[in-house]
C-alpha cells in the first residue's frame, strides 16, 4: 500500500506528478536499526587505538573542560594563551564529555562518533522523504561505509560537526520544500550558521545549492521564497554572529590570542588564512608550497590523485551518472517536484564542493573530502532507486551499465596503487563488475534484476568497505590523517618540501604518512623520533620530564612554553597543566610578542621552557616571534638535558 505526497501544481497540465513514497514497511524499521547499530559498533571498534587522534584539538578539549573561557574561545591552553586556528563549536562536544568522564581518548572521540552515527541517520530521513526507503538505506550505508567518513567521524578535527551539520540544513531544506513553512527555513539557516562556528567557511560550500533549490523548487511563489531566503539568511549570520560580535568586542587583553591571525582577529582569520588564503594559495602560516605537495596537485582529477582517491572517489563518477540520469527521469516533473528539487539540492553540493576542493590552490588535505561523502550517498541512493523503478526502459538499462563499468574501473585503478593491499580484491571486483555490467544490458524477470543489484551493490561497494575496514582496524594520529592503506606518491619534479631545504631528503612520501598514521612522515624531520615534538609531531615526554614539569606545576599560570601547538600539545596532555604555545599551530603567529614572554617570565608565570627549534618545519621564519624568543631564552638561561630534550628553568636565570 502506497500514499501518494499531495503537492502544489505548477507548470503545464500534462505535467508528471511527484512518485509516491511508501508507507513505512515492516522491514523498515528493523533494517535502520541494523544500519544504525553496525556503524556504532564499527566505528567504536579499536577507537582507542587513535589515542589523542589529534593532539591539537585533544590539548584544546582538556583546556576547555576546565576552564570556560577556554571552551567558548577554544583556547589551546587553560590559562588562555591563544586559541587554535578554528572557531570552537566542534570542540564544544569533546570539552562537555572531558569535563564529565575525565581525559581519555574515549572521551575525546565518542562524541565523533555519536555524530557520525547521526549524519547517517539524518541522511536516511532526508533521503527518505522524496525518494522511498530503500534509497534512505542506500545513502546511510553508502556514507558509513565511505573510508574518509569512517576515519573522521572516530577522529577529533572539526569536520565530523561541520558534516552533521550540513547534513542536518538539507534535511531542514527537504521538509521546507515540502510546505514552505518558514520554521524550516529559519532552521535550515540556523545549522548553517553553527556550521560555520565549527569549520568557518567551509560549511557555505553547501550554500549556492540550498539557495538554488528553494528558488526553484520552494512551493511559495518567487517573491515570497527570496524573502524567506533572507530570513534564512538572517538565521544563519545571527547563529554565527553573536559568537564573531562577542569575539571581536571582548578586550583583547583578557582574551586569548586568535591563533591563525597576524593580528590578534577572527574576522581576519576567518577571511584570510581559513578563507580567500584557501582558495588562493596567500596565506601565511603555511607549511607547503601552493598548489602542490602533500595537498595534490589542483586541477579537476585531484580527487582521483592518490592523496585523495582511496578517501572519497570510488562512487564519486557513479554519483555524477546517476545525478544526470534521474533528472532526465524527472525532466516533465512540475517545478515543485520533491525529488527534482532533492537532485539539485545534492547535485549542487556535490558540483560546487567538488570544483572548488579540484581547484583550490591554498592548504588542502585530503580528509577534507569528507564534505562530499553524503553528498556522492544521497545521489548514489537516490540514482539507484530511480533507474530500478524504470529499468524496463532500454535507455535506463544502458545508464546503468555505464555506472556499474565506471564503478568498476575506478575501483580497479584505486585499488592498484597498492597491490600488497588485500592483491585478490581487484580481480574480484575486476571480474564481478564485469559480468553484472554486461547482464545488466538485458531485460531480466524480478528475481534475477534483484541478484545482479545485490552483485552490483556488493561489487560497487567492496573497496571502500575494505578501506574502511582497514581504517578501524589501524591506529590514526597527528594533524592530517589519512583513510586506507598507504600508497606511494612523488611530488613534482623540482618541488622541494620544506624539510627539504636543510636536509636534502627525498621528495618521496606515503599517502596518509602525514601524522595519518601513528609515526608520522615517512621521511623528513617531521617523521624522525623525536620526543620534543614539532609542528606536525605531538610531543613524547618520558616519565622523568613529565614528572619535573608536574613538580610544583600548579603554582604557575603555565608550567611550560614551547614553539608551536603539537609541541605543546603533548606536554600539556601529559601534565594536564598549561603549556603556552608560542607561534600557534606551527609557530609562525606573532603571540605572544618577545616583551610579553619577558614580562610572563619576570612575573614567573611560566616554570620552563623547552626548546625545539631547528627540528623541522613550523618554528617560525628566520626572524619569527618564536625565533626571537628561542634565542633570548638561551642568552639568559641554563640549558638542561632531560631524557634528549633541552629545557630552560626561568625562574633561574643565570
Known sequence: MTTTLTRPMSGSASAAPPAPVPDRRRWERPALTVLLLATTIAYLCNLSANGWANAFYAAAAQAGSVSWKAFLFGSSDAANAITVDKTPAALWPMDLAVRAFGLSSWSLLVPQVLMGVGAVALLWATVRRPFGPVAGLLAGTVLAVTPVAALMFRFDNPDALLVLLMVAACWAMTRALENGRLRWLILCGAFVGFGFLAKQLQVLLVVPALATTYLIAGPPRLGKRIAQLGAAAAAMVAAAGWWILLAEVWPADSRPYFGGSQHNSVLELTFGYNGLGRLNGDEVGSLGP??????G?????RLFQPAQGGQIAWLLPAALILLVAAIVLRGKASRTDPQRAALVLWGGWLVVTALVFSFMRGIFHQYYTVALAPAIAALVGAGITML???RERTWVRVVATVTMATTTATAWMLLSRNLEFVPWLRWLVLVGGIVVTVALLFPAPRRIAVALAIAAGVAGVAGPL???VDTVATAHTGPIPSAGPRMPMRFPAGMRMPWEQSSGAEGFVRAGDHGGRAGGLAVGPWGRDNPGGNAMQVSTPSETLTALLDRDGEAYEWVAATVSSNRAAGYQLATQLPVMAIGGFNGSDPSPTLDQFRDHVA???????????????GDGAQDSTA????????NHFTAQNVDGVTIYDLTAPR
Open 290 to 295: 601552493p598548489g602542490g605537495g602533500f595537498r
Open 603 to 617: 612575573a614567573l608565570d611560566i616554570h620552563y621552557f623547552v626548546d625545539g627549534a631547528d627540528r623541522g618545519p
Open 466 to 468: 575494505a578501506y574502511t
Open 388 to 390: 530500478w523503478r524504470h
Open 627 to 634: 625565533v626571537r624568543i628561542t634565542a633570548w631564552v638561551r
Open 297 to 301: 596537485e589542483s586541477g579537476i582529477t
